[in-house]
């Protein structure tokens, strides 16, 4: 087995993946172990079969506040128990290793029909109904942070975005950021970890996950799924019901600008190796607009595996939220919150 393991698993993990084994399996013996990819995450990622049936292992190599395997392992459990996450057979924190159900997913659409944003709003609903997760962070404070991380890095001129952050002042001072009414959130519901089975959705990769801000799952959903007003319409009914007023709406609007910001910040955190690299860095703002980015990502024209492509993403990121606070839209929301 050890033979097997050692072309993908680090030989320091390689023991607690053992234990792992033994503790869920009652075996120490895997047929077959394939490292896959396409995550973003320092984690590494294995399609492993035992005793004929195939499951996801995962190794945690790098463990901080942030990326904690403890609240990590608490609300993937809860989840898992809600039927939302794959069933869990092994999640330890201190070997920071778990095991999974693998999905085998469907290609997912981007273009959702009416049934299938309602399907969405479900999976969302079902996550906030979970007990209690974990504390770590006041969304829009911990946004504030990385926007002074980046800052203080130089990779753009400060001309390059000083727009951008004019605008995004705004919703620093008008959003409720310290409401209360806070909910179990999974804080990163795009694409890559909403896996269709063919009949279900199941969510997985719970590393960011945390109590938060209702809204926040709610919006990031809707920037990468919902393209059209009569869409968003509909996604918002089925999650408020009878009631869906002017505030949430435009709380809503607002909160889409926040998680279009953390991405972008999160991506620009993911491009600073083009400094190490002594690499030319395109000070120019000028992109497409969301979603023909995702178009070229669907063409393999761009890459958000490569530095390049997380610095280009981050910019898109940044102006379609810039497109988006220079609406009347926009500035009718902010008076709505300030009202």
């Known amino acids: 087995m050890k033979q097997l393991f050692k072309a993908s698993i680090p030989e320091v993990k390689l023991e607690a993946v053992e234990r792992a084994l033994k503790t869920a399996f009652n075996t120490a013996i895997a047929e077959s172990v394939e490292l896959l990819s396409g995550g973003l995450s320092s984690a590494l990622v294995y399609k492993i079969t035992v005793n004929g049936k195939i499951y996801l292992l995962k190794v945690i190599l790098q463990t901080d506040t942030f990326n904690d395997p403890n609240r990590h392992y608490i609300c993937m459990n809860l989840a898992a128990e809600a039927g939302v996450a794959p069933h869990v057979y092994y999640a330890n924190a201190e070997d920071a290793i778990s095991m999974t159900d693998f999905i085998e997913a469907k290609p997912f659409p981007r273009h959702f029909t009416p049934n299938n944003l309602i399907k969405v709003v479900s999976v969302v609903q079902t996550i906030q109904a979970t007990p209690n997760f974990p504390t770590l962070v006041n969304y829009l404070d911990g946004i504030d942070g990385f926007i002074e991380n ?160 997380q610095f280009l993403y981050a910019k898109v990121l940044l102006n379609e939220a810039l497109y988006n606070m220079k609406t009347p839209r926009f500035a009718e929301a902010i008076d709505r919150m300030n009202a």
């Not at 990031?220 to 996604?235: D, L, P, R, S």
């Not at 979603?291 to 393999?300: L, N, P, V």
């Open 150 to 309: 980046f800052k203080s890095s130089k990779l753009l001129p400060e001309s390059a975005t000083e727009e951008h952050f004019r605008y995004y002042a705004e919703i620093q001072k008008a959003y409720p950021r310290y409401d209360p009414a806070l909910v179990p959130s999974h804080n990163d519901l795009n694409p890559r970890n909403l896996l269709f089975d063919g009949q279900k959705i199941w969510v997985v990769d719970w590393e960011a996950a945390f109590q938060n801000d209702r809204y926040v799952d709610l919006a990031i959903v809707a920037n990468n799924f919902v393209k059209t007003e009569a869409q968003e319409e509909i996604y918002l009914k089925a999650y408020f019901g009878d009631s869906l007023d002017d505030y949430k709406r435009a709380r809503f609007f607002i909160m889409q600008q926040v998680c279009l910001m953390f991405y972008a910040m999160g991506f620009m955190r993911l491009a600073t190796v083009l400094q190490a690299q002594d690499t030319v860095i395109d000070e120019r703002m000028e992109t497409v607009r969301q979603q023909e980015f995702f178009t070229q990502i669907a063409k393999d024209t761009v890459s958000l595996s490569s530095p390049e492509g």
